[in-house]
């Protein structure tokens, strides 16, 4: 079993961190990675997931997620990619030590969250509203719609997210820090 890192492109890895998917298809071809190679995926100079290539499509290269770090990635230094070299094979050592600082719970660690979008919609039935709200979501997205999550019964840690990062949503304190730049 070999060992690699991959670049994703910017524009995919925008919305790739959107959504959650057990995979991720690169562009350009699996090259030299064969099925069960372990692949770093790098996304800019980060280190965002530990992943490990499985059988796709033609010479598609699909790397199935093993641990993300998507939100506390770690730097790619010493890995020699760039935009002309986008699949590297890695040193055993850089590779563990790569792997080990993306840290992060391994993909099946998870516990409960409450995610609420919530949206005032004026409709003359509860149907239409819910076929309304779907529209809006549908359209809008996670590019406009911020969205609440929070931990399982703890309702005062909610936290705003927009574009997958989060985002402030009390106008108030945009307020507090207009008046402390003045």
Do not use: C
């Not at 549908?138 to 399982?152: D, I, K, N, R």
């Amino acid at each position: 079993m070999a060992q690699w890192a991959v670049i994703i492109p910017a524009e995919q890895w925008a919305t790739e961190r959107l959504f959650h998917h057990d995979t991720v298809t690169v562009p350009g071809g699996a090259g030299p990675i064969g099925p069960d190679d372990e692949v770093l995926l790098v996304a800019g100079h980060e280190v965002v997931a530990l992943t490990q290539a499985v059988p796709g499509e033609q010479d598609d290269l699909v790397l199935a997620y093993l641990r993300r770090a998507f939100d506390e990635p770690a730097t790619a230094a010493g890995l020699r990619l760039d935009d002309d070299v986008r699949i590297a094979p890695v040193d055993p050592e850089l590779f563990r030590r790569l792997a080990a600082a993306i840290g992060g719970a391994a993909v099946g660690d998870k516990k409960a969250w409450f995610v609420s979008v919530a949206l005032p919609i004026e409709a003359a039935t509860p149907a239409e509203a819910v076929r309304q709200f779907w529209s809006h979501v549908l359209e809008l997205g996670p590019a406009e719609l911020p969205t609440y999550v929070w931990p399982s019964g703890n309702e005062l840690a909610m936290q705003a997210f927009v574009l997958g990062a989060e985002a402030n949503q009390d106008p108030e304190e945009d307020d507090d820090e207009d008046e402390d730049q003045d």
